[in-house]
């Protein structure tokens, strides 16, 4: 028997397809924002590691694995053109076990964010729906080049910085929070474009209009890049103007890092734009933990 017929015949998922299904590699944003919030609400971790910890791994793993594994499940059409050796399309993952495996982190990621309270559980239930209404028919608003990556970059980023923020406050974040927490989303609109990349040839196939289909890779990297950027300078205003000129000078300096980076990303912006997601996320990253720790300071609870 082939590889090929042993795959098809697999009645249960592989382990480590399993684990890919839910790409370990894609937690870091969410975690990151959700610890960003914790710092930037202003109250001190020391008794609260429970809930800072259960936030991260809600955060990371189970919400950000379930939406992973959601949108493999309802783009396994589009993967089999993109990438056939992914789980779903390989048949490492047989059947419906992509779905079963998404619907049940659903109903963990519900009963976890029921342990962080009113605020960590609301925050939970929109994480939840933002996912199925990014990927599953008939809303799947990852057709769309705008409200898709609009719709991840607040998941990812403002989302759990909104969240770590109440719930370690166990209330309504300040409205500084709130701010940097919302621009930071909005940035990530440029950093989910570029990760459209990838998949230009099956979404152009499938009827999928991201940006890089519906304005071409260079004029699609440019748009992102701007949407990136912009935010940021807009951070950079709001830290001079709350006075902390140290922490606007470091984002200011980390910008200007991620702006050679995009010089090097539009000499080729597709076969660039994977290296700008490891290279530009990073310094965009380090920007967000130095505003979260000059707003904690701020206090100004709404």
């Known amino acids: 028997m082939s590889v090929t017929q042993v795959i098809q015949s697999r009645r249960y998922p592989e382990p480590a397809a399993a684990l890919r299904l839910i790409k370990p590699i ?16 202003g109250v001190a971790p020391a008794g609260h590691w429970g809930v800072v910890i259960l936030g991260v791994v809600l955060a990371g793993p189970i919400v950000c694995g379930m939406s992973q594994a959601a949108n493999d ?10 990438e056939p050796d992914r789980p779903i399309p390989s048949g490492r993952i047989p059947g419906k076990w992509g779905l079963w495996i998404a619907l049940a982190m659903s109903v963990l990621s ?3 964010g029921w342990q962080l309270g009113p605020w960590g559980f609301g925050a939970t239930v929109v994480g939840v729906l933002a996912a199925w209404a990014y990927s599953a028919e008939p809303v799947r608003l990852k057709r769309s080049g705008i409200w898709g990556p609009g ?22 974040p300040s409205i500084y929070v709130i701010t940097v927490a919302l621009l930071y989303g909005i940035g990530a609109h440029g950093i989910m474009t570029l990760n459209d990349f990838k998949a230009l040839e099956g979404d152009r196939q499938t009827g999928v209009q ?5 304005l071409g890779p260079e004029r699609a990297a440019k748009v992102a890049c701007t949407v990136i950027a912009v935010p940021q300078v807009i951070v950079v205003a709001l830290l001079l103007f709350w006075d902390k000129p140290l922490h606007a000078l470091g984002v200011a300096a980390l910008l200007c890092a991620q702006f050679w980076a995009m010089t090097v990303m539009f000499k080729d912006p597709k076969a660039k734009a994977p290296w700008y997601n490891g290279t530009g996320v990073l310094l965009y990253v380090s920007g967000m933990m130095i505003t979260a720790f000059a707003v904690r300071s701020l206090g100004g609870a709404l």
């Open 210 to 214: 991201s940006l890089p289909v519906t």
């Open 110 to 112: 519900l009963f976890v």
């Open 151 to 172: 719709l991840v970059g607040l998941s990812y980023e403002s989302l759990p910085w909104f969240t770590g923020a109440a719930v370690l406050s166990a209330g309504a």
């Open 73 to 82: 499940w309802c783009d396994r059409h589009v993967d089999a053109i993109n």
């Open 26 to 41: 894609t937690w870091f944003p969410p975690m990151w924002a959700y610890i960003c919030g914790v710092i930037s609400s």
